[in-house]
């Protein structure tokens, strides 16, 4: 059982930055792939980005490519989102999840097994 906790989010104005840490209980991070999600009210749960096991490869929606970063620290067992450019469709509750190292990394929010209970993010115009 991998259990994950979110934070860093916030409210900040259109343009501004913010940084999502998720940190994992699992000594064996190293063997997951990590995601970021993100749900609006009334909305699907939506990929944001993802990052293989090793960190050597990364995933991007196209609506956060160029503005958001994902990367993770295995020795620290923490995954991160830097978003940046930041806009008011941003606006949601941001997950991370854990998928197994061994499937292949997915942008499918049911692929992932473990997720963490959430933070907010809003993007104020």
């Known amino acids: 059982q991998v259990q994950l906790e979110e934070s860093g989010g916030g409210l900040v104005q259109a343009g501004g930055s913010l940084r999502l840490s998720c940190a994992a209980s699992e000594r064996t991070f190293s063997s997951y792939h990590m995601g970021w999600f993100r749900q609006a009210p009334e909305k699907e749960r939506e990929f944001v980005a993802a990052?293989?096991?090793?960190?050597?490869?990364?995933y991007y929606a196209d609506s956060v490519k160029g503005r958001f970063t994902i990367s993770r620290d295995n020795a620290k067992n923490t995954v991160y989102l830097q978003m940046n450019s930041l806009k008011p469709e941003d606006t949601a509750v941001y997950y991370c999840?854990?998928?197994?190292?061994?499937?292949?990394?997915?942008?499918?929010?049911?692929?992932?097994?473990?997720w963490g209970q959430g933070t907010q993010v809003t993007v104020s115009s």
């Open positions: 999840a854990a998928r197994p190292s061994t499937e292949v990394v997915s942008t499918t929010p049911r692929a992932y097994m473990y």
């Open positions: 990052i293989k096991w090793s960190g050597a490869v990364t």
